[in-house]
Nanobody, 124 residues
Framework: QVQLQASGGGLAQAGGSVRLSCIAS?????MGWFRQAPGNEREFVAA????????YYAGFVKGRFTMSRDDAKNTVYLQMNSLKPEDTAVYFC????????????????????WGQGTQVTVSS
C-alpha cells in the first residue's frame, strides 16, 4: 500500500505563507493537492504530472500557490503565498493514475491514494 505523509500545515496570518510537503512511498503518474473546509466538499487545488513539467491549478489559486516536486525525495510541495482566511482547510495530498484527459486530474476520481491531511488555518 502506498503511504503519503503530508506535513507543514499550521497557523498563518492573512497575507502570509505556508509550505506544505508530501512524501510518497511510491510515485504516481500524477500527484495532487486537495482541500476541504468544514461543511464543504473536498476541492482540487493543484496537480503535477511527475514525468513532465506540467502543473495544474484551481482557478482560486490565481498565482498565489506553486506546486513543485523533488524527484530524488519522492516529495511534492505546495507553496502557498498571499494566504486568505478562506484558504483555511485541511489539505490533502493524493497519488493518481495516468489519464488522457487533463480535466480528469481536477477530480478526486483520478486519485487512488490519499494522505492523512494537514490543517492550515489563516487568521484575518
Amino acid at each position: 500500500q502506498v503511504q503519503l505523509q503530508a506535513s507543514g500545515g499550521g497557523l498563518a496570518q492573512a497575507g502570509g505563507s505556508v509550505r506544505l510537503s508530501c512524501i510518497a512511498s511510491r510515485r504516481g503518474t500524477v500527484m495532487g493537492w486537495f482541500r476541504q473546509a468544514p461543511g464543504n466538499e473536498r476541492e482540487f487545488v493543484a496537480a503535477i504530472v511527475w514525468s513532465r513539467p506540467n502543473t495544474y491549478y484551481a482557478g482560486f489559486v490565481k498565482g498565489r500557490f506553486t506546486m513543485s516536486r523533488d524527484d530524488a525525495k519522492n516529495t511534492v510541495y505546495l507553496q502557498m503565498n498571499s494566504l486568505k482566511p478562506e484558504d483555511t482547510a485541511v489539505y490533502f495530498c493524493a497519488r493518481g493514475r495516468r489519464s488522457d484527459s487533463i480535466a480528469y486530474y481536477y477530480t478526486s476520481d483520478a486519485y487512488d491514494d490519499w494522505g492523512q491531511g494537514t490543517q492550515v488555518t489563516v487568521s484575518s
